[in-house]
């Protein structure tokens, strides 16, 4: 039986996966999270309280879940470690028997994140990453001077040895760069993470027979991606994306779970769209923001401004104001073939509506114009032709308010209906899932089968 239900990013990220994989884990016998590391952010809602994830599955909130961090990840212990006790604070039961860890997981060290920043620095044209480590951490594992989870369990010399090697090239950079305060020492680096180690022992595991076990039993497994198909390392807007692969099979890599498990892929998107950091952005509107991100007080507000303001569009990782912009049908059609979606969810249905009480009018893009063509899906050339897909929209007057309490889709106002169609006629992908607020609960499930 196929019973894994995979929770993906459609866009650029932050589009509420955290919350649509804790609902799906309501019912869940295992959630789990197979890409990237604290550069995710995911917001999710318990017992009335706001807790922002960057590593932990949010269905860890449900006492019946084993939550696993998969080996495709790369964790900051340190952040790891935080979040732990973070979720202990808010009250969410027995955290260290039901969180396993991968050993096969690959670990971020503070020159990881010394080394992003180095790395920023040097190009004429940043990603604006979130200077998590994340992409040197990758790169050491594709190097193969990776250090891994599993090496926290080991003796601590085996561990200096291993710091050693995999900082040697580093310190050089760092020494040439004028950066050596970043100079990694491997000594204290062994006793730091050594203590990080005996903290986490109980939790780093083999989690190959966990999974097994779960799918000869026909359990319930929800997979909660990280960041989304724009930022794939391979079929995102390169080189402005992460440094792992985040569309559904990737994920799935990063899971060590097998494609022939999948019950149901959800594509996570948004009324209107964000993007934080660099890159291309066909429907962005203008916003007052300076060239650092940072909103510039007192500026005539825009309609990103408003966008952004409607749906406080700030990073949860980073805090760093999101570009925001009209929801964009192409690049769904563009992620139909590499992400597999059977359905969506599109959330923030009730901050469009806002939005559209304020100008007067929403937007959707169903279509680009590029290189002289209408063409429905995002080009592959961008960063050759150097030309922003200009999109082509379609208007739907006023705004609407979600009606409190409602559970069905015939309940919505007529205009929200009329979004929704529109997304489904352009993409040709059941809407499966409507978000109306930011709780587990605000979501309208839909029989599209
Ligand atoms: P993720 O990274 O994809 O998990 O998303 P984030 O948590 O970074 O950002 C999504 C934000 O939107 C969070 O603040 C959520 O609480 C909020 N949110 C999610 N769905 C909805 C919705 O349908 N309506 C509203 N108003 N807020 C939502
Ligand atoms: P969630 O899971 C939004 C973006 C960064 C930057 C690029 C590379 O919360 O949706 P990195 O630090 O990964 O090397 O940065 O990717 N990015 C995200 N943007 N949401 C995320 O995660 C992101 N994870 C990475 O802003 O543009
Ligand atoms: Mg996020």
């Known amino acids: 039986m196929r019973t894994v239900t995979v929770i993906v990013g459609a866009k650029w990220g932050?589009?509420?996966?955290?919350?649509?994989?804790?609902?799906?884990?309501?019912?869940?016998?295992?959630?789990?999270?197979?890409?990237?590391?604290?550069?995710?952010?995911?917001?999710v809602i318990y017992q009335g309280k706001k807790l922002a994830l960057h590593l932990i599955p949010g269905g860890i909130t449900y006492p019946q879940t084993i939550a696993i961090l998969g080996p495709g990840m790369v964790i900051d212990p340190k952040i790891l470690l935080d979040e732990i006790q973070m979720l202990k604070d808010a009250g969410v039961p027995d955290i260290d028997s039901r969180l396993k860890i991968s050993?096969?997981?690959h670990l971020i060290f503070p020159y990881h994140k010394d080394l992003d920043e180095l790395h920023e620095r040097m190009k004429s044209n940043p990603v604006?990453?979130?200077?998590?480590?994340?992409?040197?951490?990758?790169?050491?594992?594709?190097?193969?001077?990776?250090?891994?989870?599993?090496?926290?369990?080991?003796?601590?010399?085996?561990?200096?040895?291993?710091?050693?090697?995999?900082?040697?090239?580093?310190?050089?950079?760092?020494?040439?760069?004028?950066?050596?305060?970043?100079?990694?020492?491997?000594?204290?680096l062994t006793d730091l993470y050594h203590s990080y180690g005996k903290l986490l022992s109980s939790m780093i595991t083999?989690?190959?027979?966990?999974?097994?076990?779960?799918?000869?039993e026909n359990k319930k497994i929800v997979v909660e991606g990280a960041q989304a198909f724009r930022l794939d390392l391979d079929h995102g807007d390169y080189k402005m994306v992460t440094s792992s692969n985040p569309s559904t099979s990737g994920?799935?890599?990063?899971?060590?779970?097998?494609?022939?498990?999948?019950?149901?892929?959800?594509?996570?998107?948004?009324?209107?769209?964000?993007?934080?950091?660099?890159?291309?952005?066909?429907?962005?509107?203008?916003?007052?923001?300076?060239?650092?991100g940072c909103v510039i007080p007192g500026a005539e507000p825009l309609v990103g401004d408003v966008i952004r303001?409607?749906?406080?569009?700030?990073?949860?990782?980073?805090?760093?104001?999101?570009?925001?912009?009209?929801?964009?049908?192409?690049?769904?059609?563009?992620?139909?073939?590499?992400?597999?979606?059977?359905?969506?969810?599109?959330n923030h249905l009730d901050t469009l509506g806002k939005i559209g009480l304020t100008l007067g009018y929403v937007k959707v893009c169903v279509a680009y114009q590029y290189q002289n063509e209408t063409i429905d899906y995002f080009p592959d050339d961008v960063d050759l032709t150097?030309?922003?897909?200009?999109?082509?929209?379609?208007?739907?007057?006023?705004?609407?308010?979600?009606?409190?309490g409602i559970t069905s889709f015939d309940e919505l106002p007529e205009s929200a209906k009329k979004f929704i169609s529109i997304v489904e006629n352009t993409t040709q992908i059941p809407v499966k899932f409507i978000g109306i607020g930011p709780e587990n609960d605000d979501l309208i499930i839909r029989d599209v089968n």
């Open 251 to 292: 994920t799935l890599c990063g899971c060590a779970l097998p494609p022939t498990a999948v019950k149901e892929v959800i594509g996570i998107d948004k009324a209107y769209n964000s993007r934080v950091g660099n890159g291309v952005f066909p429907t962005e509107q203008p916003a007052s923001i300076d060239e650092n």
């Open 309 to 346: 303001e409607s749906g406080y569009e700030y990073g949860t990782t980073t805090k760093r104001p999101r570009r925001c912009g009209w929801m964009d049908c192409p690049i769904l059609v563009s992620g139909k073939s590499i992400m597999g979606y059977t359905s969506l969810c599109i």
């Open 14 to 43: 932050d589009e509420g996966k955290g919350k649509v994989a804790s609902s799906e884990a309501k019912d869940a016998d295992i959630v789990i999270r197979g890409t990237g590391g604290a550069n995710a952010g995911h917001t």
């Open 103 to 105: 050993g096969r997981a």
């Open 206 to 216: 083999n989690i190959d027979p966990i999974l097994r076990e779960a799918l000869e």
């Open 386 to 404: 150097k030309e922003v897909p200009q999109p082509i929209y379609e208007t739907i007057d006023g705004g609407w308010i979600i009606p409190p």
């Open 128 to 188: 604006g990453t979130t200077k998590r480590g994340i992409g040197p951490s990758y790169a050491d594992k594709a190097n193969r001077t990776g250090i891994r989870m599993y090496d926290l369990l080991h003796k601590k010399n085996d561990l200096r040895t291993k710091i050693k090697e995999a900082t040697k090239l580093h310190n050089q950079a760092f020494r040439k760069n004028g950066m050596k305060d970043c100079v990694a020492k491997p000594k204290s």
